[in-house]
């Protein structure tokens, strides 16, 4: 540890103690309480990993004083045994350097799923669907909720483009490197001469915002209530329900028709239009902040091919990472654990050789 770190371990190990008296002395109130505890547990594995590493080190000092024992005996033991610690400390000062990380602070929200069908025509819708219900599978398997905001379906099946809200705990911290071009390989239903296409799908993943997070003034929107058109049963196109809402100073347009009420579409329009303006902010912030660097699990741009979908092998390719998975049934079943745990661990050996340089 650096004397930069040791420095900010000491002030995060006074500042946790301090926020555990405050905390016992039962005297806040239940929104103070709440943020406290928060501040807490955000800084509680810090506390934790940095204690362990002591720990680790004063062991290997006797240990290492045991070395120098007359006693080949125990000299031997105590040989194994620091072997066994020095494996412990590694992993201990890994553990410690990643709670050290700047962390994202959009990660433990709910996030926003947007998979939209690029070239390849009807298969390429066929294939958006293919990705949303992958994305649904693996949100069960998470708990999380998945709400339906907007679809556009295809004639053939899939979707032109869909919209979901994806709520729980720590969504957009495992869906975040999903933004992007998905590509897939494999013979349409349609073929008759077996040949392989190549179509794809863009997804993108917004941290859902919070009213607190972005203001939007009435003044800044023209909002236009119209009759819905398209699928949906024929109850839906008898009334004005369908909304529009263009944020003037951005120009940023969200179209709401799904729900048969007028208030539902307009609320379930702003919500994403919040969620887009504070995607702009983020990206904006980080653009000022990151200057030149690259993760190596990508820039999130979505016009970068991410990943390809080889069905004739079974295969599925993540480009950023040159990791090939010969599970793609699985994985479109939702089993993307493997997956998503390798871009995380990418991105943190990548922000980790970043602190090192730094």
Do not use: C
Not at 79 to 99: F, H, M, V
Not at 337 to 343: C, R
């Amino acid at each position: 540890m650096t004397t930069i770190s040791l420095e900010r371990i000491r002030q995060i190990e006074a500042r946790r103690d301090e926020l555990a008296a405050m905390m016992a002395t039962g005297d806040l109130s239940g929104e103070r309480f709440v943020a406290v505890s928060k501040e807490y547990a955000e800084l509680e594995p810090v506390a934790v990993a940095a204690a362990e590493v002591r720990r680790l080190r004063q062991e290997a000092e006797s240990l290492s004083f045991m070395t120098e024992d007359a006693d080949a005996e125990l000299r031997s033991m105590a040989e194994d045994e620091l072997r066994e610690n020095k494996a412990a400390l590694e992993q201990a000062d890994r553990r410690l350097a990643l709670a050290l990380l700047p962390r994202d602070a959009a990660d433990e929200r709910s996030a926003m799923l947007e998979v939209r069908a690029g070239t390849g025509g009807d298969e390429a819708a066929l294939f958006a669907g293919d990705l949303f219900r992958m994305y649904q599978r693996y949100a069960e398997t998470q708990g999380w909720r998945v709400e339906l905001i907007s679809a556009s379906e295809s004639e053939v099946g899939g979707f032109k483009e869909v919209v979901a809200s994806v709520t729980g705990q720590g969504v957009f911290a495992k869906l975040k490197f999903e933004s992007g071009v998905h590509r897939v390989q494999r013979v349409p239903v349609t073929e008759s001469g077996g040949r392989i296409h190549t179509s794809a799908a863009t997804v993108a993943v917004l941290p859902e915002a919070e009213e607190v997070d972005v203001q939007i003034d009435d003044k800044d929107l023209r909002i236009d209530i119209y009759r819905s058109s398209g699928p949906g049963g024929q109850s839906v196109n008898t009334t004005d329900s369908a909304v529009r809402i263009v944020h003037i100073p951005t120009g940023l347009t969200v179209i709401q028709q799904d729900e048969k009420s007028q208030h539902k579409n307009k609320a379930k329009a702003l919500k994403v239009l919040r969620t887009r303006l504070y995607e702009l902010e983020r990206e904006r912030l980080h653009a000022e902040r990151a200057g030149a660097r690259k993760s190596m699990v990508g820039s999130g741009d979505r016009s970068e091919r991410i990943r390809t979908y080889n069905f004739p092998q079974g295969r599925v390719t993540d480009h950023r990472i040159n990791l090939t998975l010969h599970r793609l049934p699985e994985i479109l079943a939702g089993e993307m654990g493997e997956l998503v745990g390798a871009l995380i661990a990418e991105d943190e050996a990548e922000r980790l050789a970043t602190l090192d340089a730094a």
